[in-house]
């Protein structure tokens, strides 16, 4: 089964600060792997996607992530934060073959100081 | 651009009442889902569709059912809600082709559902 494991749900940085949010995930096929963004009182926006080409993603506002096979994990960072990164983040893994599904984790609220 | 609509921003409904959440999507998307969000608990999945009258369980289903009679929409119903679904409720879309895109789910802003 597919599962996604988000490290810490509060991450609080300095603005110009190195944003970092990790992902771990578990899958027994190929994983597509995605981190999507959400502002307050809004739905989810995808930031950045893997699909098993390049292993480094660039995606929206500046944030990229790093496919890292052997660790089993996909990251989000960003150099410099921004007042406006302020949002929950969610890494989410593609389900089963035969389905259209994505399985979530929990999130990731980052807060950013001025 | 994908655009996905919800009926509804804010909802608030009494125990007991029947509440319908409406879904349209304007994309001509074969997927389509509906998934409760809470505190620390990311996005569940209830029901999703993959065409016209089609629809499989997800992992919460319990006290929902769906409707799915056009292509476009996708309607979530609590048959006698209860305080305990109380919850932000999104909607997602996404194509049903066989390529890495049908994963690849657009979102409507939700509604906030509050069951008194």
């Known amino acids: 089964a597919q599962s996604v494991t988000q490290l810490g749900s509060h991450v609080s940085v300095s603005e110009g600060a190195l944003v970092l949010l990790r992902c771990n995930y578990s899958?027994?096929?190929?994983?597509?792997l995605f981190w999507y963004v959400q502002y307050p009182n809004q739905g989810l926006q995808l930031l950045l996607k893997y699909t098993s080409a390049a292993t480094l993603v660039k995606g929206i506002n500046g944030f990229e992530a790093e496919f890292k096979k052997s660790e089993t994990s996909f990251h989000l960072t960003k150099p410099s934060a921004h007042m406006s990164d302020a949002a929950e983040y969610f890494c989410a893994v593609r389900g089963q073959t035969s389905g259209s599904r994505l399985t979530f984790g929990e999130g990731t609220q980052l807060t950013v100081n001025p | 651009d994908v655009k996905v609509t919800q009926s509804s921003r804010y909802l608030v409904k009494r125990t007991g009442e029947k509440v319908f959440l409406e879904c349209v999507q304007d994309m001509d998307h074969e997927n389509m889902f509906w998934y409760r969000q809470d505190p620390g608990l990311g996005l569940r999945l209830i029901y999703f569709?993959?065409?016209?009258?089609?629809?499989e369980k997800g992992d919460i289903p319990e006290g929902y059912s769906v409707s799915r009679e056009k292509k476009e929409r996708f309607s979530l119903i609590l048959e006698s809600a209860s305080t305990n679904q109380t919850s932000m409720y999104l909607c997602a879309s996404s194509l049903g082709d066989r390529t890495g895109q049908r994963y690849e789910q657009y979102f409507g802003p939700g509604t906030r559902l509050t069951v008194t």
């Open positions: 899958s027994s096929v190929p994983p597509y």
């Open positions: 569709s993959y065409d016209v009258k089609m629809k």
